[in-house]
C-alpha cells in the first residue's frame, strides 16, 4: 500500500514527484514516458529562469531533478484503470494492479486524429504526430503541418529548418496561436499557408506521397513526403471514469487539486485549470503534491 501514486511524468507528474520525495512519502510514478508534452516541444521561450531552452532539454532538466531524489518511476506502464474501493485506490496497468491512500493524475493530453482514410495506413510511414520526435527524418522534402494553433507552428517552426517546403494547412479563415510564432512562420519564404481547407485523405504507396484537401468546395492533391498533424489534444482521461469531467473530458479539479473523489487529485493539462502551459502544470503539480500529504496526515 503506498502513501501516493502520481500517473504521469511530465511537468506536473515530474513536479509532484520531487514534492513527495521532499515529504518523504511511500509513492510511486507510473508513466507511458517522461516529459509529455514538454518533450516534444521546439523553442520555448516562456518558462521562468530560460530565455530559451528547447523542449527536450528542459524535459532532461525536470528528470534530472526527480532523479536526484530517487524517485521510483515505472516507465511504459500507463493507467488503464483507476478507481477507490473502501479505503484504498487501486491502479490497474497492463501489467499488475498498485494500491495507495491517494493517486495524483497527472496524465496529460495525447494528441487528436484527423479522422481521414490513409491515416492509420501511414502512421509512422510519414505521417507523424510529434514534429521534435520524427522532424529529422524529412531533411529536404515537401511536407505538411495540418492545424492552426500553437501546436501547429510550433511544428511548422522546427521544420523550417530541416525541410525544403512545409504547407500549413489550416481549416479557419486565419492562423490562430501566439502572435510571435505566428509572425515567424509567416514571414518565412519556405513557408505556404493554405486558409478555409481540409485534409480529406492521406495517400502513397509505402509511404507518404501526398495529401487531398478541400477548399471552395474543390478537392485538389498535394504532394508531400511528410504529414504532420497538429490539430490538438484530448485529455488523457478515459481511464478515470469515476470522477467528474467538463464537456470536454477534462477532470474538474477546485483549487486544491482535489477532484469529487475523496484521495484522488489531478494536475496539469489533464484538467479542467486554464491556459495549459508547461510554467502552470509544473505549478500545478506541486499544489497536488502538497495537497495530498495534507490529506494524508489529516485521514491517518
Known amino acids: 500500500m503506498y502513501d501516493l501514486i502520481i500517473i504521469g511524468a ?17 509513492f510511486l510514478v507510473l508513466t507511458g514516458d517522461i516529459g509529455g508534452q514538454a518533450a516534444w516541444s521546439g523553442d ?19 528528470e534530472e531533478h526527480m532523479r ?9 506502464e500507463e493507467a488503464l484503470e483507476v ?9 490497474r496497468t497492463a501489467k499488475g494492479e498498485y494500491e495507495s491512500k491517494t493517486v495524483i493524475i497527472a496524465s496529460g493530453k495525447v494528441s487528436k486524429e484527423l479522422g481521414v482514410p490513409g491515416e492509420k495506413e501511414f502512421k509512422n510511414k510519414g505521417l507523424t504526430y510529434c514534429a521534435t520526435c520524427d522532424g529529422p527524418l524529412f531533411g529536404g522534402k515537401a511536407v505538411a503541418v495540418i492545424g492552426g494553433g500553437n501546436s501547429a507552428l510550433d511544428a511548422a517552426l522546427q521544420l523550417i529548418k530541416i525541410a525544403r517546403h512545409v504547407y500549413m494547412i489550416n481549416i479557419t479563415p486565419y492562423l490562430g496561436g501566439d502572435a510571435i510564432m505566428r509572425q515567424k512562420v509567416e514571414s518565412s519564404e519556405v513557408v505556404t499557408v493554405i486558409n478555409n ?34 490539430i490538438g489534444l484530448k485529455p488523457n482521461s478515459g481511464f478515470a471514469k469515476d470522477v467528474e469531467k467538463n464537456e470536454y473530458d477534462e477532470i474538474k479539479v477546485n483549487c486544491l487539486n482535489q477532484t469529487n473523489v475523496p484521495g484522488i487529485f489531478a494536475a496539469g493539462d489533464v484538467t479542467d485549470v486554464p491556459e495549459k502551459q508547461i510554467v502552470i502544470a509544473a505549478g500545478e503539480g506541486s499544489k497536488a503534491a502538497l495537497a495530498a500529504f495534507k490529506y494524508l496526515n489529516s485521514s491517518q
Open 44 to 62: 520555448i521561450e516562456n518558462y521562468t529562469g530560460y530565455q530559451f531552452i528547447t523542449g527536450p532539454d528542459l524535459t532532461a532538466k525536470f
Open 10 to 26: 511530465g511537468p506536473a507528474g515530474i513536479t509532484a514527484a520531487v514534492y513527495a520525495a521532499r515529504k518523504r512519502l511511500q
Open 83 to 91: 478507481k477507490k474501493t473502501g479505503g484504498a485506490i487501486k491502479v
Open 68 to 76: 536526484k531524489y530517487n524517485v521510483p518511476v515505472k516507465e511504459r
Open 197 to 230: 481547407a481540409r485534409v480529406t485523405a492521406v495517400v502513397g504507396d509505402n509511404m507518404v506521397s501526398g495529401i487531398m484537401i478541400k477548399r471552395e468546395e474543390r478537392i485538389e492533391p498535394l504532394a508531400v513526403q511528410g504529414v504532420f498533424v497538429e
